[in-house]
């Protein structure tokens, strides 16, 4: 096995998926976490095996390739299989199935992560159509009315559950497509670690899209006075970014204990509520 000259084994280097890791990745925290990962990993396996025994089939119902997790050693043309065909064949394919959609930008990170997962182009087809078609409808059609309008609602959300942020953002006139754009058209992805977006991405199939709102929500109320401490527009810009990265959002299993727990009752019929208003907004803002 090829070796570093820090001494490190290059497969040990890259994660699990395929992305190498930093130069300042903390190999000991990440292992210290993991080992405790393990056992929920385990223990939820065996939920999962149960729940989807006798049904593991699916329900049948250009692009931004080079620029497709470029830190990802499987979608490198040198790879072999180089998963930048089969992210080519889903995406086309899928612009063919659905031609109101056809192909956005952020679609090829999110078929890309599906790929990764089920290593099945048919598979990640149909999952990629259950999420574009069903349960974020509207999110990456043209106009982007779905996604536009969810943007509003969580800004309308945070003014519920986290009023002095969304007074500092109001103050300061930061619109929150600048700050949380990236968490809803790539949900998460690149954006919180891999192992973190793939148990919200759980969540999200099953429980539809409230999940985006409970994972925003969650992120800004645990650090909302880190978030109050900024004092100019650049300067919240920054603290989104950041409350983005640590120990809290790697350890997954708590993090998503954390995400039904933190933002309080949050029912669909608040969320569909809201979102009638807000898209009325958004549309009337042409």
């Not at 999110?139 to 500092?168: F, H, I, R, W």
Request: net charge positive.
């Amino acid at each position: 096995m090829a070796r570093r000259e820090d001494g490190r084994d290059w497969a040990y280097r890259v994660d699990p998926y395929g992305f190498e890791r930093p130069e300042d990745f903390d190999y000991a925290s990440y292992e210290a976490f993991f080992s405790r990962y393990l056992v929920v990993l385990t223990r939820r396996a065996i939920k999962w095996s149960k729940l989807l025994k006798g049904n593991n089939s699916i329900q049948k119902s250009l692009k931004d390739m080079n620029r497709t997790f470029p830190d990802n050693v499987k979608f490198r043309k040198t790879a072999d299989p180089c998963l930048q065909h089969v992210l080519y064949n889903v995406l086309v394919a899928y612009g063919h199935h659905n031609k109101a959609v056809g192909y956005c930008q952020g679609m090829n990170f999110i078929a890309g992560y599906l790929i990764l997962i089920t290593k099945n182009e048919e598979e990640s087809f149909w999952l990629l159509d259950a999420l574009i078609g069903r349960i974020l409808p509207d999110y990456y059609s043209p106009a982007m009315l779905g996604l536009k309008t969810d943007q509003e609602v969580l800004g309308e959300l945070v003014k519920m559950k986290v009023p002095a942020v969304a007074e500092l953002m109001e103050r300061h006139g930061v619109m929150w497509t600048l700050v949380v754009s990236r968490w809803f058209i790539c949900l998460f992805i690149d954006i919180l670690p891999v192992e973190t977006v793939l148990r919200i991405w759980d969540c999200l199939f099953y429980e539809g899209s409230k999940i985006i709102f409970r994972v925003a929500l969650t992120l800004i109320k645990q650090n909302q006075a880190f978030i109050l401490e900024a004092t100019n527009f650049p300067d919240i810009c920054d603290k989104f970014k950041q409350i983005t990265k640590g120990t809290f959002v790697t350890e997954c299993h708590s993090f998503m204990q954390k995400i039904f727990t933190d933002p309080g009752s949050l029912s669909m019929a608040t969320i569909n509520k809201l979102r009638e208003t807000c898209r009325e907004k958004v549309l009337s803002q042409g």
